[in-house]
């Protein structure tokens, strides 16, 4: 949808045209998977897809939330009251960040806001940090005030946790706040620390393909993950899973159950792959970038064991082809995305292959796009 066609949209929500757009992109993890809410760190891009909110101010001193993904399901809140969660469930991310910049000390400006979004609802490319990053951005620019981006992140975050009441982690909306075109965000998860890498490669293009399944166990299974790791980390004494490195995990697998040593050598393993990630990307080495792939996508199946069959299939067509230099399931998992990293040259033979291989076994099509490091949220 193009800029006349969201301006008319809106016209048609709100009986007037908008007065400004916040636009804020989805995501990906290139490595780092399982290692926020462990203190590790993260190593995600912004991609080319995103939530744009157009907003206006209101004289009515109500908020008004639409969204085009929404029909029929608008929103409307009165200022003076306190913000409560409510229906309908998805105006419960907007309201949780309007909520929180209050908290904040923000006064809350009356306006009306109509969302329109590219990103995927609900296949692990953050279309929920998305809309919360928009809406601050769009609230913020209606009130006339800036807020520095890991504080947006932090209070979209806080947001995501106390409406619509998903524990996420910090990375989604760090990316998606802090992003930079043609770079990726190192994150400490432990501090909030950021550093942008170069990632900038023209040979080299980043393939998601999109299972579009959704496993039952996702919510049961993040949560048990999560809190098998705040008990290995108990159990050996530290903070976090973070401040272990393998050979104190060695000492210290007896006190541990079998599956809870094996959640924790994921994490050890994945949060030194990611730095030997960055160092990979900084020496311009994409086949050592690729090998940490695959190995973080074993140890995601096999340790983690938050891959399924969709993801593996996908992983294992991409690496069959010439010109991949590596691949593997980002995001929670249990369906969602894969990634490859391909020779921009063969990016659309290696496109081909992943959607012939998933077309014989599963009987669907799989989407799959070609992304390069995008900009963070930002105003247009
Ligand atoms: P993901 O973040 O991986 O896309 P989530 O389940 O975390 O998946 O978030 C998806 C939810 O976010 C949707 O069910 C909806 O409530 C909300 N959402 C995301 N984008 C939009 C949008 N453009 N309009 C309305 N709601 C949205
Ligand atoms: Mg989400």
């Given at each position: 949808?193009?800029?006349?066609?969201?301006?008319?949209?809106?016209?048609?929500?709100?009986?007037?045209?908008?007065?400004?757009?916040?636009?804020?992109?989805?995501?990906?993890?290139?490595?780092?998977?399982?290692t926020?809410?462990?203190?590790?760190?993260?190593?995600?891009?912004?991609?080319?897809?995103?939530?744009?909110?157009?907003?206006?101010?209101?004289?009515?001193?109500?908020?008004?939330?639409?969204?085009?993904?929404?029909?029929?399901?608008?929103?409307?809140?009165?200022?003076?009251?306190?913000?409560?969660?409510?229906?309908?469930?998805?105006?419960?991310?907007?309201?949780?960040?309007?909520?929180?910049?209050?908290?904040?000390?923000?006064e809350?400006?009356?306006c009306?806001?109509?969302?329109?979004?590219?990103?995927?609802?609900?296949?692990?490319?953050?279309?929920?940090?998305?809309l919360?990053?928009?809406t601050?951005?769009?609230?913020?620019?209606?009130?006339?005030?800036?807020?520095?981006?890991?504080?947006?992140?932090?209070?979209?975050?806080?947001?995501?946790?106390?409406?619509?009441?998903?524990?996420?982690?910090?990375?989604?909306?760090?990316?998606?706040?802090?992003?930079?075109?043609?770079?990726?965000?190192?994150?400490?998860?432990?501090?909030?620390?950021?550093?942008?890498?170069?990632?900038?490669?023209?040979?080299?293009?980043?393939?998601?393909?999109?299972?579009?399944?959704?496993?039952?166990?996702?919510?049961?299974g993040?949560?048990?993950?999560r809190?098998q790791?705040?008990?290995?980390?108990?159990?050996?004494?530290?903070?976090?899973?973070?401040?272990?490195?393998?050979?104190?995990?060695?000492?210290?697998?007896d006190?541990?159950?079998?599956?809870?040593?094996?959640?924790?050598?994921?994490?050890?393993g994945?949060?030194?792959?990611?730095?030997?990630a960055?160092?990979?990307?900084?020496?311009?080495?994409?086949?050592?970038?690729?090998?940490?792939?695959?190995?973080?996508?074993?140890?995601?199946?096999?340790?983690?064991?938050?891959?399924?069959?969709?993801?593996?299939?996908?992983?294992?067509?991409?690496?069959?082809?010439?010109?991949?230099?590596?691949a593997?399931?980002?995001?929670?998992?249990?369906?969602?995305?894969?990634?490859?990293?391909?020779?921009?040259?063969?990016?659309?033979?290696?496109?081909?292959?992943?959607?012939t291989?998933?077309?014989?076994?599963?009987?669907?099509?799989?989407?799959?796009?070609?992304?390069?490091a995008?900009?963070?949220?930002?105003?247009?």
């Amino acid at each position: 949808m193009d800029i006349d066609e969201l301006n008319a949209a809106f016209g048609k929500a709100f009986g007037r045209r908008p007065v400004g757009v916040a636009v804020a992109p989805g995501r990906v993890n290139l490595i780092g998977e399982h290692t926020d809410y462990n203190d590790g760190f993260v190593l995600p891009i912004a991609v080319d897809l995103a939530t744009r909110a157009a907003w206006a101010p209101r004289d009515d001193g109500r908020l008004a939330l639409a969204s085009l993904q929404q029909p029929g399901k608008d929103a409307e809140i009165d200022l003076c009251e306190p913000i409560a969660p409510g229906e309908p469930a998805w105006s419960n991310y907007p309201k949780g960040v309007a909520a929180m910049l209050a908290t904040s000390g923000l006064e809350l400006p009356a306006c009306s806001i109509l969302f329109d979004s590219s990103v995927p609802i609900g296949s692990g490319l953050s279309s929920s940090a998305s809309l919360e990053v928009a809406t601050g951005l769009a609230l913020l620019a209606a009130a006339g005030k800036d807020m520095e981006g890991y504080k947006l992140a932090r209070l979209c975050q806080a947001a995501e946790h106390a409406f619509p009441e998903v524990p996420c982690g910090i990375m989604d909306q760090a990316i998606i706040a802090l992003g930079q075109a043609d770079h990726a965000l190192l994150l400490d998860c432990r501090d909030g620390q950021a550093r942008q890498v170069p990632f900038n490669d023209p040979d080299v293009v980043l393939l998601v393909a999109d299972t579009q399944v959704a496993h039952e166990l996702s919510g049961g299974g993040y949560a048990a993950r999560r809190d098998q790791c705040h008990a290995a980390a108990e159990k050996l004494n530290v903070a976090a899973l973070r401040d272990l490195n393998t050979g104190a995990l060695e000492a210290g697998r007896d006190h541990l159950t079998e599956v809870e040593y094996r959640r924790a050598r994921h994490v050890v393993g994945e949060i030194a792959r990611t730095l030997a990630a960055v160092d990979a990307v900084e020496a311009g080495d994409m086949a050592r970038f690729g090998e940490l792939m695959v190995a973080s996508h074993e140890s995601l199946r096999d340790d983690y064991e938050v891959s399924c069959e969709e993801l593996d299939a996908i992983v294992a067509a991409a690496l069959a082809c010439d010109g991949t230099f590596g691949a593997r399931m980002t995001g929670g998992g249990f369906g969602g995305c894969a990634i490859a990293l391909v020779r921009t040259a063969r990016a659309e033979a290696v496109t081909e292959a992943i959607q012939t291989d998933y077309e014989k076994r599963y009987g669907r099509r799989c989407p799959v796009f070609a992304t390069h490091a995008a900009q963070g949220a930002c105003y247009v």
